[in-house]
C-alpha cells in the first residue's frame, strides 16, 4: 500500500463515520419527537370527558315532495334498497313499472330517513307525512 491509499482508506473511513453519526442523531431526533406526541396524546385523552359524545345535531328534517317520492320508487332497483311510505313498505325486488302510487300525496310534503346498517349501508328509506303541514 502507498500513502495515498491511506489517505483514502481514512478518508473514506471519516465519511462513513459522519454518516453513521447523521444517522444516529435523526434517529434520536425521531425518536424524542415520537416521545413527546404520544405523552402529549396520552395527556389529552386523559383529560377528555368519557361520558361525552359528539353527534351531528340536525335541526330541521330534510322534506320531500310526493314527486320526489315518486321519483325515488321508480329508482327502488338501483337504490337496492326498501322504501317504506306512509308505513307501506315496499322491496326492492318489486316492479317499479306496475307499482301502484295513488296512495301518495301529491300535495303534501314527506319527512325523510335513512335507515343504515352497522356498517354504513343503506337499509330503508323511510317517507313520512311531515307533522308541520298536518296541523289545520
Given at each position: 500500500m ?18 453513521f453519526?447523521?444517522?444516529?442523531s ?6 424524542q ?14 383529560t ?7 353527534t ?8 320531500s315532495?310526493?314527486a ?5 320508487l ?11 311510505v306512509?308505513?307501506?313498505?315496499l322491496?326492492?325486488?318489486i ?41 289545520p
Amino acid at each position: 500500500m502507498e500513502i495515498g491509499e491511506h489517505a483514502k482508506t481514512a478518508l473514506w473511513l471519516g465519511a462513513g463515520i459522519l454518516i453513521f453519526v447523521i444517522c444516529l442523531s435523526s434517529g434520536s431526533y425521531l425518536f424524542q419527537t415520537t416521545s413527546d406526541m404520544n405523552s402529549k396524546m396520552y395527556t389529552l385523552i386523559g383529560t377528555t370527558d368519557r361520558n361525552q359524545k359528539v353527534t351531528l345535531k340536525i335541526e330541521h328534517h330534510y322534506t320531500s315532495t310526493g314527486a320526489e317520492v315518486i321519483q325515488t320508487l321508480h329508482q327502488i332497483q338501483e337504490l337496492g334498497t326498501a322504501i317504506e311510505v306512509d308505513g307501506q313498505r315496499l322491496d326492492s325486488s318489486i316492479d317499479p313499472d306496475e307499482l301502484d302510487v295513488s296512495f301518495i300525496n301529491m300535495n303534501r310534503p314527506y319527512r325523510t330517513t335513512y335507515i343504515r346498517d352497522t356498517a354504513g349501508r343503506l337499509m330503508l328509506v323511510k317517507y313520512d307525512i311531515s307533522e308541520e303541514t298536518t296541523q289545520p
